[in-house]
Nanobody, 124 residues
């Protein structure tokens, strides 16, 4: 059973940076894709980034390009989401999700397993 645990959320100020982590375990395949999804309070969850642990290819939503960076450490089975220049609209819950095959995607229906999320609060 695949398990995903997000961490790194917290209270930050506008303009700060934050790095979220997604630790994965229990998977059957050597390579897979991890997606990051954001849910702003009162809105639908949306995909913001994805990475393939196979070739490191990445995918970003247009709204976060230039501020979000996804990366992976295969030795730790962990994927990271670096968020720079945080804005109030970045607040909310961030979820990571797992899919096989290791092809990036921002569509949540294409993911099989989900973490419980980590909360980011942006306040001045």
């Amino acid at each position: 059973q695949v398990q995903l645990v997000e961490s790194g959320g917290g209270l930050v100020h506008p303009g700060d940076s934050l790095r979220l982590s997604c630790a994965a375990s229990g998977f059957s395949y050597d390579y897979y894709a991890i997606g990051w999804f954001h849910r702003f309070p009162g809105f639908e969850r949306e995909g913001v980034s994805s990475i393939s642990t196979s070739d490191g290819s990445t995918l970003y939503a247009d709204s976060v390009k230039g501020r979000f960076t996804v990366s992976r450490d295969n030795t730790k089975n962990t994927v990271y989401l670096q968020i720079n220049n945080l804005k109030p609209e970045d607040a909310g819950f961030y979820f990571c999700a797992y899919r096989y095959p290791p092809i990036t995607s921002l569509y949540e229906d294409e993911y099989d397993y989900w973490g419980r999320g980590t909360q980011v609060t942006v306040s001045s």
